[in-house]
């Protein structure tokens, strides 16, 4: 089976620009969660969605948005951006109340 | 709400040692534990997790986590590190059945030194 995929894997990207980040789940997985990981603040959960519907959400401004398609494919979006968006994004998949799956992560640098 | 506290966050520990990394949670219903390993520049990979049942749990790469719910600590072990264990651990709760999600700690990084 395949994992979950992200793409891409490096971004650069300037202030004030917008940024789409894209996550493949693995198959039979209907639930795709989001975290941003930094140095300072470590892991943090962005959002869940299930069957196209987002069920949880983090504490993070509404520059950050996502949505999930009926493939269970995910995106996520962060407008506007800042320098302190820099940060590895990680999707993560899973089934029912299985553990979660990550994928490798995007790499997203803001100059 | 749950909480994870990592105490150590980082590690050093010479080669064929063993290895304990301390993990305590907070949480005021059942949960689900688990432990993750993140290599550089990779996403995070599970070596264990704690459902319900025996409180010692074996996972991959030799290492094993035993379950204390009176302390509200799930500590991770292994008797004998490579270098190749060098990485960032991190420990995590969930509560499903009360629409939960995942919590991560703020991680461990263990280096494991020649």
């Known amino acids: 089976k395949a994992g979950v995929t992200q793409t891409p894997r490096y971004l650069i990207k300037t202030r004030g620009q917008q940024v789409t980040l894209s996550c493949s789940p693995i198959?039979?997985?209907?639930?795709v969660s989001w975290y941003q990981q930094t140095p300072g603040q470590g892991l943090q959960f962005l959002f869940e969605y299930f069957s196209e519907t987002q069920r949880n959400k983090g504490n993070f401004p509404g520059r950050f948005s996502g949505r999930q398609f009926s493939n269970s494919r995910s995106e996520m979006n962060v407008s506007t951006l800042e320098l302190g968006d820099s940060a590895l994004y990680l999707c993560?998949?899973?089934?029912?109340?299985?553990?979660?799956?990550f994928g490798n992560g995007t790499r997203l640098t803001v100059t | 709400a749950q909480s994870v506290t990592q105490l150590d966050s980082q590690v050093p520990v010479f080669e064929e040692a063993p290895v304990e990394l301390r993990c305590n949670y907070s949480?005021?219903?059942?949960?689900?534990l688990f432990w993750y390993v993140q290599y550089p520049n990779q996403g995070l990979q599970l070596l264990l997790k704690y459902l319900s049942g025996s409180t010692l749990v074996k996972g991959i790469n030799g290492f094993e986590a035993e379950f204390n719910k009176s302390q509200t600590s799930f500590h991770l072990r292994k008797p004998s590190v490579h270098i190749s264990d060098t990485a960032e651990y991190f420990c995590a709760v969930s509560a499903p059945n009360y629409g939960q999600n995942f919590v991560f700690g703020p991680g461990t990084r263990l280096s494991v030194l020649p």
């Open positions: 198959s039979g997985h209907r639930s």
């Open positions: 949480s005021s219903v059942s949960v689900y």
């Open positions: 993560a998949s899973r089934a029912g109340d299985s553990p979660l799956h």
